[in-house]
């Protein structure tokens, strides 16, 4: 378990939200499945929603607004940044595009979205009075954050020069893998998508939470309105598996072998 009350270091993943057109449904269909509370936002956050475990903010939820034509649900990664604007700089001169130009979000913090060269989508956050996530790798809350790529080599290249960061290779036989290092310590993941995946198949930012019994948690996702895309399976990090929400959204969960380690999978 780690709980935080300050702003993550720079190229940490922060904060994780989704964005759908039904928010009550979404709602339900996560406190059915990780037992999450909300705070519902007032209307000058667009009744933005925060999921509570154990007290502590674990990732958000909106509502699309009304009329506008929006991307398909996803869940969003945020990485940590101390400032959004010098990042958003960095990530077009590394060949990223900037999706949504840094923005002040209230006294909330500061943010932008982009895309890096494979396609992945992932936001950036410059925390103030909201700094991310308060608490992690506990069941329901997030554990692990990785993007997939088409393009593993380019990637690395892409946030090795944005964040800085370092990797530690943990290729296997026939997949290769790097955990993303800042400050010495392994923050997520950069994987290669499997070999056979069709192009179509986007680029992706995956947000993994922490549960007790993946088999059981994917058994109530099917009876929540949820679909699996990937059924339990053992790694050497623990057991996992791949859901698709209500609305479409993929995400994993996760048992670590060691909850007190970080994941790669």
């Given at each position: 378990?780690?709980?935080?009350?300050?702003?993550?270091?720079?190229?940490?993943?922060?904060?994780?939200?989704?964005?759908?057109?039904?928010?009550?449904?979404?709602?339900?269909?996560?406190?059915?499945?990780?037992?999450?509370?909300?705070q519902l936002?007032?209307?000058?956050?667009?009744?933005?929603?925060?999921?509570?475990?154990?007290?502590?903010?674990?990732?958000?939820?909106?509502?699309?607004?009304?009329?506008?034509?929006?991307?398909?649900?996803?869940?969003t990664t945020?990485?940590?940044?101390?400032?959004?604007?010098?990042?958003?700089t960095a990530?077009?001169?590394?060949?990223?595009?900037?999706?949504?130009?840094?923005?002040?979000?209230?006294?909330?913090?500061?943010?932008?979205?982009?895309?890096?060269?494979?396609?992945?989508?992932?936001?950036?956050?410059?925390?103030?009075?909201?700094?991310?996530?308060?608490?992690?790798?506990?069941?329901?809350?997030?554990?692990?954050?990785?993007?997939?790529?088409?393009?593993?080599?380019?990637?690395?290249?892409?946030?090795?020069?944005?964040?800085?960061?370092?990797?530690?290779?943990?290729?296997?036989?026939?997949?290769?893998?790097?955990?993303?290092?800042?400050?010495?310590?392994?923050?997520?993941?950069?994987?290669?998508?499997?070999?056979?995946?069709?192009?179509?198949?986007?680029?992706?930012?995956?947000?993994?939470?922490?549960?007790?019994?993946?088999?059981?948690?994917?058994?109530?996702?099917?009876?929540?309105?949820?679909?699996?895309?990937?059924?339990?399976?053992?790694?050497?990090?623990?057991?996992?598996?791949?859901?698709?929400?209500?609305?479409?959204?993929?995400?994993?969960?996760?048992?670590?072998?060691?909850?007190?380690?970080?994941?790669?999978?």
């Open positions: 378990m780690t709980t935080r009350d300050t702003n993550w270091p720079e190229g940490t993943p922060a904060w994780a939200d989704l964005m759908v057109p039904d928010g009550d449904a979404a709602r339900e269909f996560y406190t059915g499945l990780f037992g999450w509370d909300f936002g007032d209307e000058d956050t667009g009744f933005y929603s925060q999921a509570i475990v154990d007290g502590h903010i674990v990732a958000g939820l909106m509502q699309s607004p009304p009329g506008e034509e929006t991307p398909p649900p996803s869940w945020y990485l940590a940044v101390d400032d959004a604007d010098h990042a958003a990530i077009t001169e590394a060949g990223g595009i900037v999706m949504m130009a840094p923005m002040e979000v209230m006294d909330f913090g500061r943010m932008a979205i982009a895309a890096d060269p494979a396609g992945a989508v992932f936001g950036v956050w410059q925390g103030d009075t909201h700094t991310g996530a308060q608490i992690v790798n506990v069941p329901g809350a997030m554990v692990w954050n990785e993007t997939l790529s088409h393009d593993f080599d380019a990637a690395k290249a892409f946030y090795g020069t944005v964040f800085g960061y370092e990797f530690q290779d943990l290729s296997g036989d026939g997949f290769r893998y790097a955990g993303i290092q800042v400050d010495g310590s392994v923050v997520g993941g950069i994987g290669q998508l499997p070999e056979g995946t069709p192009p179509e198949v986007p680029s992706l930012w995956l947000t993994y939470f922490q549960v007790e019994d993946p088999a059981a948690t994917v058994a109530r996702a099917g009876e929540l309105g949820g679909t699996i895309q990937q059924d339990p399976r053992d790694s050497p990090y623990g057991q996992l598996a791949v859901i698709i929400g209500p609305a479409g959204e993929t995400f994993a969960v996760i048992r670590p072998a060691d909850p007190t380690a970080a994941v790669p999978t």
